[in-house]
């Protein structure tokens, strides 16, 4: 049985004054790249659920030109790191110098202060490094030299990694991955996108021009975050959610379950993908359709296939039923 097979709640979609702005979101996401709506949906929700993202992917496959096109639609400032084995935490952070005009310290801030920041390759950089990236991702603050510098509100991180090449990488640990909201893959284009993509770019027509205007401004993305910590999660869904981890920690291949943060971070990425379905509510299938990209991030052990071992997790707790009491 897969997640999709599993019994779903049968809901209408209403409306809210901010669905507007987040299907002009959307389709801007999906101009970006094409094809990939089921992956854009699972990104918008990572970003409007406060959370980070890590991309296990091969090359070429259009993970830049997606954090950039999330930069430019909410209208913030992006920068990127190219994670090597000699990048140094002050690459990431910024540091102190000294100003011999004023005889004082200057702060000059790191490519961690953008709105959207892409880590590529962040398995190529130092344990040391990691722990400093991740400390902005957990706090939203660097510390530099006994001093804390916030970062932005809305900051979001894009970190991929390839998940081929294991020399001269060091894996990130099961703690430091428990600091991302999801885990995805774009995978490659199916033909019908991969020849959009050639008309696009070989010359049958003009070269489409990428929109840098925003859809929305920092502010408004920050109100949209707020309404979805808003959307409503029923005791049924909570035990539903309590019960799906709970099973995490008993089952026997695997070897960590999820952690109360992971189930808060659930919590959240079902609220935002409910909120972008138009509801104001949670109902199963958010959860299930998040459960392989919020527990794929986290669970390791004794299997080959995550996808088929969610699918087994989810199958294995009942559904809770609307106005039925467990």
Same mark, same amino acid.
């Given at each position: 049985m897969t997640a999709s097979s599993l019994p779903r709640t049968e809901t209408s979609a209403g409306t809210c004054r901010h669905q507007p702005r987040i299907d002009q979101l959307r389709r801007r996401l999906n101009a970006a790249l094409v094809g990939k709506a089921d992956v854009m949906e699972q990104v918008l929700a990572c970003l409007l659920a406060r959370g980070h993202l890590l991309f296990e992917d091969l090359p070429g496959l259009g993970k830049t030109t997606l954090a950039k096109a999330i930069s430019d639609a909410i209208g913030g400032a992006f920068a990127r790191i190219q994670c090597t084995p000699d990048l140094m935490p002050t690459d990431i952070t910024g540091f102190n110098v000294f100003d011999q005009r004023t005889r004082?310290?200057?702060?000059?801030?790191?490519?961690?202060?953008?709105?959207?920041?892409?880590?590529?390759?962040?398995?190529? +950089?130092?344990?040391?490094?990691?722990?400093?990236?991740?400390?902005?991702?957990?706090?939203?603050?660097?510390?530099?030299?006994?001093?804390?510098?916030?970062?932005?509100?809305g900051f979001f991180v894009i970190a991929t990694q390839n998940p081929v090449e294991s020399h001269g990488a060091f894996p990130l640990p099961e703690a430091q991955l428990d600091r991302f909201a999801m885990k995805l893959a774009i995978g490659y284009p199916d033909r019908d996108a991969e020849l959009e993509l050639l008309a696009r770019h070989v010359g049958e027509r003009p070269p489409l021009e990428r929109s840098t205007e925003p859809v929305m401004s920092m502010a408004e993305l920050d109100e949209l975050q707020q309404h979805v910590?808003?959307?409503?999660?029923?005791?049924?869904?909570?035990?539903?959610?309590?019960?799906?981890?709970?099973?995490?920690?008993?089952? +026997?291949?695997?070897?960590?379950?999820?952690?109360?943060?992971?189930?808060?971070?659930?919590?959240?990425?079902?609220? +935002?993908?409910?909120?972008?379905?138009?509801?104001?509510?949670?109902?199963?299938?958010?959860?299930?359709?998040?459960?392989?990209?919020?527990?794929?991030?986290?669970?390791?052990?004794?299997?080959?296939?995550?996808?088929?071992?969610?699918?087994?997790?989810?199958?294995s707790v009942p559904v809770p039923v609307p106005g039925v009491r467990r």
């Open positions: 004082e310290f200057e702060f000059r801030r790191g490519p961690v202060f953008a709105e959207v920041l892409l880590a590529d390759e962040i398995n190529r +950089a130092t344990p040391r490094t990691q722990s400093a990236l991740f400390e902005a991702m957990a706090e939203r603050q660097v510390t530099v030299d006994g001093s804390p510098h916030p970062l932005a509100r910590e808003s959307v409503a999660v029923s005791d049924a869904i909570k035990g539903y959610l309590i019960d799906l981890a709970g099973a995490t920690r008993r089952r +026997a291949t695997i070897r960590i379950g999820l952690s109360p943060r992971g189930l808060l971070i659930w919590t959240r990425v079902a609220q +935002a993908l409910a909120h972008l379905r138009g509801r104001d509510f949670v109902v199963p299938e958010d959860v299930q359709d998040t459960a392989l990209s919020v527990l794929g991030v986290r669970l390791s052990g004794d299997f080959d296939d995550p996808r088929r071992e969610i699918d087994s997790l989810l199958a």
